[in-house]
């Protein structure tokens, strides 16, 4: 199966750990060059860079890709991508991926997993992606989002905590899962259909993100459902810290020289 789909990528330059993230050099160009690199090579049909930095707009035009300035109010990307779709006038149910400004290490297969992911299925306006959890240590990890799918594939509920609890096992001290249980690691890439985004924006945050701190809650909470596609591994980390821009530079360097 193939399906059309737009990739948008949120970009903003204000960071607290690392600020103007989008315009660093990895590797010799710019991180958002790398990013928008990926989209092209998932074969999107469109890419268009949010942004409401105008360094970070001209940058991605001289790149050769197109960018849209949006509002500088915007509490999340969703909302950023939300106010592309309606500047671009897309029909309701075009598919966006949503791809993230410091993902330079994204998979193009997974950017077009998630797209064909939403487009298999009927139920949801909005697709994401999980990968198993192999490590027992990851489990009890909070930066290591959880969900719980049902029968069917669609998302019962994310956590920061060890969902599903092995009560037999977890109970006693130094407690490690059996085995029984798949565990699921939530990869944050998401498809979304443009008549999803339009809802979306009209919702209020909801507790259950407020206190785990995960904006898809929001989605659940409004009894929506999230279709969520099973991968084989989690991609590499983005980029938050100094110390991640080095370990992504070496990546990047090292897969440039091996094409040349």
Known sequence: MSCRFKVVIPARFD??????????????KPMIAHVCESARAAEADEIIVATDHQGIFNTVRELGFNAVMTRSDHQSGTERITEVAQLCNWQSDDIIVNLQGDEP???PAYIKAVALALAEQQQAGIATLAAPINEPEEIFNPNAVKVVLNKDGYALYFSRAPIPWERGAFGTAGGKPTGVLPYLRHIGLYAYQVNFLNRYCQWQASILETVEALEQLRILWYGEAIYVKTVSAPPAAGVDTEEDLLRVEKVLSLLAAKKS
């Open 15 to 28: 960071s607290s750990r690392l600020p103007g993230k989008p315009l660093l050099n990895i590797a010799g």
């Open 105 to 107: 290490l994204i998979p």
